[in-house]
């Protein structure tokens, strides 16, 4: 058993999300908890985040005294019951996720200002889930109605400012770019194959078969190269995934996955590449078969 | 004729290909130069920000940014000490909350209430007077407010608002204060969004019900013949309890812990965009090789060395890229636009940050990852045409 | 007696397939002196083109030696053999192999350039060369606007643009009607009677004839004078 004052001024429910204080002993996340559960004590329990375990090099059964005062007023002393993983959110990927969790009693205990008589009584937020989530709107309006000064805020509808979906923006972005660039260097590509083929299309042309006809052949070889290439980077984007993933999981210490390839990804990818190289063959190819049959063939 | 002017002509006899692979490198060596510029653009917006502010440390109680509740106590008491240090220009104390504007007719509107001391840079009045203190009682609280929120209310100067302040850490509802807005000012740090209003710390206190002697943060300017380490190590000293960060110390930990995401995204796709043009180009100019080796071979066959069709092909590629690549600078700034948009909007981004910020190294080291790529890609190219069996392929071209 | 401009002794070239080694050369002998004329001539696949090939150092040989003005050049080096094609050797080719994005003035010039010869020189030269195969006037023409014949008299003023010791034309004619040939074969009696060795592979017997010294090949060897 060790006990140490750890001077932190644990960031108790103050940096977004927070500490999700919980009125009971289990997790409030689907996060693991790990640890010696109903150790007798006079000494009330506390989670520990793996990074603040890691970092303070606690153990489980440790018993810590947190203090919302940087110079340690008021500490109290909590024994370590269990560690969690925090639950990994996107808009603090970067942030060294040092939590505690207590109980609310505990914590109100902590951090109450004994001036203040609705200390108590307070808390930052209280987290709701509706029976229907279709009523989101209704229920919405019917507290602030109600309860003046409250800021009632969906977990589920993302508003256009919300980090994830900014970085989405910018991610969709930078793609729209690159499928630019790969057109035109497809388009130089099938320009370049067109002309390689100029005689070869100029002879069936002059042995009397329909630019419809020579055109159909492109379309074919267009789509079998393009379907070829979607799938090719299908795969290749599958292997990349994971190592991707790994990377920044590992450089973040966190579990949030940040590349997934899912089948609607998949399918848009393979949606957009294989009419981009069917258009760009038929087109480089109609630029060649429009010209005189016997300019295709002279050299 | 050189290697540069034959080159010249090659890329001209199929005017097609050559102008969509001059657009696509240009394409793909925008976003090069974009990634570049995001690697450390952010960076340096936020230096210039911080030093545009003026000062040069900040102090605060913990090492976690400002209102996440712990607070500096004893406020005033601490500013008048670190002002007594002889590194130490100015100290300015400052409290930050929420409050809102209570409406008669509309859901209250939240905005940032900052206390502080006018005339130092902490905000720049554009329209109407800074705020004052009040020399008697029955004197009206003075407060300055932002265009957003000036916009947002209709707000000028002269008119009278009602502010009801959150507080931190006091969980009752405190009694409402007027303020008058004597101006509009603008605040550094605010995103294109925010409501932010300013007022002396006194009726920073009244709103929240009272004398606090606290600071979310001191803001520190040093003399002008110390540097800021200096200052940060003499305040440290004074108070080792407290957190002091000079703007470098800032700038260094905002770059470990906001804007590593950045950079290595940035790292990230400036690798696969330099990767994807090498790729490119060396395909494109291989099937050309591909389609010219009777060509080349008869080069060869009327003495034309290995060396000088590697170098014919070099060029190709040289110019390829560097067309390309010129072009790519006035994309990439357009692009850079749009995309320092798209992530502006992020909430709590201040609207005179930027995450895509020009500079001249970012240009040098565009142009040489460019040509190195250029270069590279012309290599197996180079590699097909110089080992050319000569008599084969003239023999191949006659019977095919 | 003058040192012979290429002396090739006991040649031979075997190439390696998939279905077995092809000997297309077997020990081939053969002398050319300066202003001398040769035809060879042979049914396809003889090992005409292999010939010329080797003579003209576009290719090695699997054994035997090759001298060129009294130099062993079998052995030399790639860039000391480019350096030889370049300067003392001209090749005139069936598909013409002029580069399509240059002028008929440009595709004479570059050979010159490549030498090393200045800009002063290489203008006089190309202007005489273009108006000794006749195509002053169609000098900034590029080769898709010339027929089949002016191309190859093109590639003849290209081949004499560095003045080789030996002019090496595979079947010069092979893409020309008759009439063009005629005027090819005029050409290269010109080029011949202005004291330049030429080595002709050809199927036509309008150039073969004009030859002074015609020799047959079958199945990679000369063939003997008088016979076939």
């Known amino acids: 058993m060790r006990g140490a004052i750890v001077g932190l001024t644990l960031i108790i429910g103050l940096i977004g999300s927070g500490i999700l204080a919980t009125s009971g002993p289990q997790p409030a996340s689907p996060a693991d908890a790990v640890g010696a559960a109903g150790v007798p004590s006079s000494v009330p329990d506390v989670l520990v985040s793996r990074q603040l375990l890691e970092s303070q090099d606690l153990r489980i059964g440790d018993v810590v005294d947190l203090s919302p005062d940087p110079t340690a007023i008021g500490a109290r002393s909590f024994q370590i019951v269990g560690v969690y993983e925090p639950v990994p959110d996107p808009t603090r990927f970067s942030a060294q996720r040092l939590e505690a969790r207590l109980h609310l009693p505990d914590m109100l205990d902590l951090i109450a200002d004994p001036d203040d008589p609705q200390a108590t009584e307070a808390v930052d937020a209280i987290n709701v889930a509706l029976r229907n989530p279709a009523e989101e709107t209704t229920f919405s309006r019917a507290i602030v109605r109600r309860v003046p000064g409250v800021s009632v805020r969906s977990t589920t509808r993302t508003d256009r400012g919300n980090p994830f979906i900014v970085l989405e923006q910018f991610h969709l972005a930078i793609a729209i770019v690159t499928i630019l660039a790969s057109t035109a260097f497809l388009l ?84 957009m590449s294989v009419p981009l190289g069917i258009v760009a063959s038929v087109v480089a190819s109609w630029t060649l078969l429009r010209r005189e049959v016997l300019a295709l063939i002279r050299r | 004729m050189s290697s540069f002017v034959f080159a010249w002509y090659s890329l001209c006899r199929q005017p097609a290909r050559a102008v969509l692979a001059i657009a696509g490198v240009a394409v793909i060596g925008a976003l090069l130069f974009d990634m570049l510029l995001l690697s450390q653009g952010m ?65 209250p509107m939240d905005f940032t209430l900052v206390g502080s001391i006018s005339g130092h840079g902490a905000w720049t009045v554009i329209d109407g007077a800074d705020i004052n203190q009040r020399k008697a009682d029955g004197d009206a609280s003075t407060i300055v407010v932002n265009r957003n929120l000036a916009s947002a209310l209709n707000l000028s100067p002269g008119q009278t608002v009602t502010v009801r302040s959150e507080c931190l850490g006091r969980r009752s509802i405190l009694p409402t204060v007027e303020f008058e807005v004597v101006g509009i000012a603008t605040f550094p740090f605010d995103s294109e969004s925010q409501l932010t209003a300013a007022a002396t710390i006194a009726d920073f206190d009244r709103a929240c019900g009272g004398e606090q002697d606290q600071a979310d943060l001191f803001l520190v300017a040093s003399r002008s013949r110390v540097t800021a380490e200096a200052a940060v190590e003499a305040i440290q000293q004074l108070r080792p309890d407290l957190y002091v960060f000079s703007n470098d110390q800032l700038v260094d930990r905002f770059e470990r812990v906001g804007f590593s995401y950045f950079r290595q995204i940035s790292t990230v796709l400036a690798t696969v965009t330099l990767t994807f043009a090498f790729l490119l180009i060396s395909v494109l100019l291989s099937v050309s090789v591909n389609q010219r080796f009777a060509e080349i071979a008869a080069l060869r066959a009327i003495g034309f060395g290995r060396r000088r069709v590697a170098a014919d092909l ?63 890609a012309a290599g197996y190219p180079v590699y097909l045409a110089s080992r050319l069996p000569i008599a084969s392929t003239l023999r191949n071209e006659v019977v095919g | 007696m003058s040192t012979p401009v290429v002396e090739a002794s006991g040649l031979t070239k075997t190439f390696p397939m998939p279905a077995g080694p092809v000997t297309a050369l077997r020990q081939v002998s053969l002398r050319v002196d300066p202003g001398e004329y040769v035809a060879v001539s042979g049914p396809s696949g003889c090992g005409k083109s292999t010939l010329l090939h080797l003579l003209g150092s576009v290719d090695t040989p699997t054994s035997g030696t090759l001298r060129f003005e009294g130099e062993e ?45 200045g800009k002063a020189e290489r203008r006089e030269r190309t202007a005489e060369l273009l108006d000794y195969v006749g195509l002053a006037h169609r000098a900034q023409h590029r080769p898709s606007q010339l027929s089949g014949g002016e191309m190859q008299r093109v590639a003849v003023a290209r081949a004499l643009a560095n003045r080789p010791r030996l002019l090496l034309a595979d079947e010069p004619t092979g893409e020309l009607d008759e009439k063009t040939g005629e005027q090819i074969a005029e050409l290269l009696d010109r080029v011949h009677a202005d004291g330049n060795a030429i080595v002709v592979v050809t199927h036509d017997a309008t150039i073969a004839r004009r030859a002074g010294c015609q020799l047959r090949m079958h199945d990679g060897i000369i063939m003997p004078e008088g016979s076939g």
């Open chain 3, 73 to 117: 050049i079998s052995a030399l080096t790639d860039a000391r053999r480019s350096q030889i094609r370049l300067t003392r050797i001209g090749f005139v080719f069936q598909r013409f192999y002029l580069l399509p994005m240059l002028t008929a003035w440009e595709n004479v010039e570059l050979p010159q350039g490549e030498a090393g010869i």
């Open chain 2, 43 to 107: 960076l340096i917006s936020f230096r210039g920000l911080l030093g545009e502010v003026g000062f040069d440390a900040r102090v605060m109680a913990t090492s976690s940014m400002p209102m996440t509740g712990a607070r500096v106590g004893d406020a005033a008491a601490t500013a008048a000490a670190i002002e007594a240090l002889e590194e130490i220009e100015v100290v300015i104390p400052m409290r930050i909350d929420q409050a809102e504007v209570v409406l008669s007719e509309r859901r």
């Open chain 1, 188 to 271: 130089a590509l099938m320009v370049m194959q067109s002309d390689e083929r100029r005689e070869m299309a100029g002879t069936l042309r002059l042995i009397g078969l329909k630019k419809s006809r020579v055109l159909t052949q492109v379309l074919i070889e267009g789509l079998i190269i393009a379907t070829s290439g979607a799938a090719f980077g299908i795969v290749l984007a599958l292997v990349s995934e994971e190592g991707f993933n790994r990377f920044f999981q590992w450089r973040y210490d966190t579990a949030l996955v940040f590349v997934r390839i899912s089948p609607t990804v998949a399918w848009q990818c393979v949606a």
């Open chain 2, 314 to 376: 070099v060029w190709e590629s040289g110019l390829m890229v560097s067309i390309g690549g010129v072009l790519a600078l006035p994309l990439g700034l357009a692009l850079a636009i749009w995309l320092d948009r798209i992530l502006k909007s992020m909430p709590g981004i201040p609207a005179d940050l930027h995450f895509f910020v020009v500079q001249p190294q970012a240009v040098l080291l565009h142009i040489a990852l460019l040509a190195t790529a250029g270069a590279l």
